[in-house]
Structure formats: C-alpha cells, structure tokens
T-cell receptor, first 113, second 115 residues
Framework: GDSVTQMEGPVTLSEEAFLTINCTYTATGYPSLFWYVQYPGEGLQLLLK?????DKGSNKGFEATYRKETTSFHLEKGSVQVSDSAVYFCALSDTPNAGKSTFGDGTTLTVKP | EAGVAQSPRYKIIEKRQSVAFWCNPISGHATLYWYQQILGQGPKLLIQFQNNGVVDDSQLPKDRFSAERLKGVDSTLKIQPAKLEDSAVYLCASSPNRGSSYEQYFGPGTRLTVT
C-alpha cells in the first residue's frame, strides 16, 4: 500500500535559519502531495500542495517540489521564525483511488529566538 | 464559510463502555474522512466516505468500530466496546474534491481517554 516517510524529529533551529524537512513517499499511482501543519493548541491545516510532477507548492514562505524521480516532497523555508514552531505532516492522496489518504508521522519544529 | 464541526471535544470513558463521535463537514464537501491520531504519530485513516458510500474502511477495526454518514452530510463514529488502546484524538476531515487534489479541511478533533 501507499506510505509516507518523514525525517524524524524533533528539529530545533535558531530564528532566521534555513529549514528542510525531508519527505519521501511510496504510491502505486500518481498521487497529490501535501504538507499540513499543526500549531500548538490548534487543528491540522493545509500548508501547501502539489498535484503533479515538477509542481512547486508554496505558502507563507514555505516551498516543496513534487519530485517523481526521487519520490520526494521536501519542505523548505529560507528563514524560519519563532511563529513557525509547529508539527509538520507530509501526506498524499491517491487521486485515482478517490483520494485515499496517507499521512507521515509528523516532524516537530521548534524555533528559538 | 463554517469549518468542520466535531463533538464532543473531550470524552473520558471506562474500558468496555461505548462512545460516539459526531462530525458535520463543510457544506458541499462530498468526501468525509475519520482518522485516529495516537500521541506522537500521524493521523491514521479509519474510514473514508464519498457522499453516502464508503470508499475505504480497510483500517477500521470492524469488530468494535462502526461509522455512518447520514444523507451524505453528517457522520458518526462509534466504538463499542472501547479498549485502553483506543485512547487517541479522533479527527474528522472533509474535502471538496476540487480538480484532482483532495485537499482536506480538519475539525478540532475529539480527545478520547479510556481508563
């Protein structure tokens, strides 16, 4: 079946540091890929998405590129802020299979001032 | 636009008791998901509905869990009888199925503690 593997956390960075959170996936078809974020005390929310190979999703300074050849969707941000501290989840939806969804285990990011 | 609503927000029960969770998705969203999220793990899909029909329930423990979606709108998830390992946050999400992406909108979750 489908699977998503994220780099293990927690990740601790200083403010303005560069962020990369790795995500790789296994899927039989051509899934859509997502990053969701959960801020402290809040629910899960969509951060960005990409629906086909070489698409780049971006939002709030975060970016991720759908790499079919390496089955990856790494999350990056050039300069993190304290307010980016959260848990980040990589996920896929198997669009030919009515959007069956698979999530990674999440990576906790803490940004220190 | 109102978000996904869930109730109750918290529930504490003893093992072998039963419990039910309710979800009201965003208006017009055809797809509804129930997830179980154990502390420190990602959400695990329990069941997915497309309108009234079940798309996937392969990870639903059918001997104790059941779910239904009423008239393709609201949904309930029931556990009977509960076990200690059912302690988790139960998340409901809905998706508008725009284009081919199936992005999901999540409710606040119900935190279940089984003692």
């Amino acid at each position: 079946g489908d699977s998503v593997t994220q780099m293990e956390g927690p990740v601790t960075l200083s403010e303005e540091a560069f962020l990369t959170i790795n995500c790789t996936y296994t899927a039989t078809g051509y899934p859509s890929l997502f990053w969701y974020v959960q801020y402290p005390g809040e629910g899960l929310q969509l951060l960005l998405k990409a629906t086909k190979a070489d698409d780049k999703g971006s939002n709030k300074g975060f970016e991720a590129t759908y790499r079919k050849e390496t089955t990856s969707f790494h999350l990056e941000k050039g300069s993190v802020q304290v307010s980016d501290s959260a848990v980040y989840f990589c996920a896929l939806s198997d669009t030919p299979n009515a959007g069956k969804s698979t999530f990674g285990d999440g990576t906790t990011l803490t940004v220190k001032p | 636009e109102a978000g996904v609503a869930q109730s109750p927000r918290y529930k504490i029960i003893e093992k072998r008791q039963s419990v039910a969770f309710w979800c009201n998705p965003i208006s017009g969203h055809a797809t509804l998901y129930w997830y179980q999220q154990i502390l420190g793990q990602g959400p695990k899909l329990l069941i997915q509905f497309q309108n009234n029909g079940v798309v996937d329930d392969s990870q639903l423990p059918k001997d104790r869990f059941s779910a239904e979606r009423l008239k393709g709108v609201d949904s309930t998830l029931k556990i009977q009888p509960a076990k200690l390992e059912d302690s988790a946050v139960y998340l409901c999400a809905s998706s508008p199925n725009r284009g081919s992406s199936y992005e999901q909108y999540f409710g606040p979750g119900t935190r279940l503690t089984v003692t």
